[in-house]
């Protein structure tokens, strides 16, 4: 199944110019960050208006979430920081975090608001207090550029993904690794893990994506459909199902249980290198390499069996 153009929602404006590189939901589906030249930008999530401009990193931005009630967001730089930022009204960061020692690359709050976790060029992860900055643990394994990094929702676990196609998952109270998947030869790009905390979906930029038990290890099921590398994936909310964005300009919708494909996204017309759910399930944010984000909105419930 293929949504016409009546299922797209809307597109965002660009950054003064600069290509964005990421565009995220917050958690109550109120605000989309988007990020692009030295700045994140927080819109409205139902008529895309500008609500804040966040410009104090010195150089590109490259990632943004929220945290879990949305009021918060973090950034992250090529400026080696990352900054926490009041949505609505913040002109200036709450929070800059200092110690990576190349640019950072990912980050992502524990659900319950009191640990971040970024991710680095310099091979390292690393875990903060989200109230005062400081440095708990410093996760080092990886070979090379950690790319993706989240918490499990009970906060007991955090899971990374390397360009040296490796992922981790690591006991968060201490930063002790739990277990090491392998996928294949391609970096990592990204990791998302189901609502649930059992299962984590991952994009190795293959033409598949993998969804992998978190207690054993094992592969559980394996999205294979798309004919170009595989970017990103990500979870709905209530984990019945993968979104993934690939080089061949489409995403895709997947019924995470058995692996089947739903419905094709098109109308990117670059390589998709960012996917996301609104926490409702009823939207899709999908960015293509020259910046454009198109948020769809369209049938994508798994039928009936």
Known sequence: MTPGPENRFFEFESHSGFSKYYAAYSPDGAHIVTCGGSAAKIWDAKDGKLVNNLSRHSSAVTYACFNKSGTLAITVSSDMTARVWEVKTGTEPILVLKGHTKSVRTAAFSSDGTRIVTGSSDATARVWDAKTGADIHILTGHKLDVYSTCFSTDGTQIITMSRDGVTKIWDASTGTIIHTLKGNNFRSDSAHLGNNSTQ??????GNTAQIYDIKSGAELVTLTGHTGFVSCACFSSDGSL?????????????NAKDGSEIITLKGNTKGIDFVCFSPDGSRIIAKDKDGTSIVWSAPLRPPPK
């Open 200 to 205: 984590v979906v991952t994009a190795m930029c």
């Open 242 to 254: 993968v979104v993934t964005g690939s080089h061949d300009k489409t995403a895709k919708i997947w």
